[in-house]
């Protein structure tokens, strides 16, 4: 079982950046993929990006590219994303999770354990 723990959501302005952290513990060394996934009220959990544990292959959707970047520590078990020029349609909870397969990235089912979110509000 691997355990996620997600920090650094909290309320910024529009055009401002955040780093999120997901801490991972447990058996780690099963992880293959690590990715985020956002929810806003009202909407569907939808992926946002993702790297391979070993590899460090990065992937991200077409909203955030270039605004968002995905790294990842192994001393450390955490990845982070650094999101920067922030849109008031970033507004939302964001998910830590990993798989322990290479299934399809993009989808909520590919993955078997999740984090308990972090909230980020971005405001005008």
């Known amino acids: 079982q691997v355990h996620l723990v997600e920090s650094g959501g909290r309320s910024v302005q529009a055009g401002g950046s955040l780093r999120l952290a997901c801490a991972a513990s447990?058996?780690?060394?099963?992880?293959?993929?690590m990715a985020w996934f956002r929810q806003a009220p009202g909407k569907e959990r939808e992926f946002v990006s993702a790297?391979?544990?070993?590899?460090?292959?990065?992937k991200y959707a077409d909203s955030v590219k270039g605004r968002f970047t995905m790294s990842r520590d192994h001393d450390r078990s955490t990845v982070y994303l650094q999101m920067d020029s922030l849109q008031t349609e970033d507004t939302a909870v964001y998910y830590c999770?990993?798989?322990?397969?290479?299934?399809?990235?993009?989808?909520?089912?590919?993955?078997?354990?999740w984090g308990q979110g972090t909230q980020v509000t971005v405001s005008l």
């Open positions: 999770a990993t798989s322990v397969a290479p299934h399809r990235l993009e989808i909520p089912v590919s993955y078997d354990y």
């Open positions: 447990g058996r780690t060394r099963s992880m293959f993929r």
């Open positions: 790297v391979t544990w070993v590899g460090g292959t990065t």
